[in-house]
Nanobody, 115 residues
């Protein structure tokens, strides 16, 4: 069973940056489209970015131009660089297959953006 482990979250002021990382048991990233999702309090989980096996990326309109998803094959991680953070980016962030999250969810990493 694949285990996903997200890290890199924290508390940051509006306009700041964070870099999230997702590691997995097993070499799954090269074979699958992977995505970063987020869930804000009281809201449904949403897909914010995905990266294909050939490196093509897609972003939700709310993060386009501010977030960058990437894959590090040497480290077997999928990363999310988040710049120009806004209070509305506050959420727990998760990685999983995309656009259909088929693996069990990890614990996520909390991102809190203060105004």
């Amino acid at each position: 069973q694949v285990q996903l482990v997200e890290s890199g979250g924290g508390l940051v002021q509006a306009g700041g940056s964070l870099r999230l990382s997702c590691a997995a048991s097993g070499n799954i990233f090269r074979k699958n489209v992977m995505g970063w999702y987020r869930q804000a309090p009281g809201k449904q989980r949403e897909l914010v970015a995905l990266i294909t096996t050939v490196g093509s990326t897609t972003y939700a309109d709310s993060v386009k131009g501010r977030f960058t998803i990437s894959r590090d094959n040497a480290k077997n991680t999928v990363n999310l660089q988040m710049n120009s953070l806004k209070p509305e980016d506050t959420a727990v962030y998760y990685c999983n297959k995309a656009p259909a999250p088929e693996y069990s969810w990890g614990q996520g990493t909390q991102v809190t953006v203060s105004s």
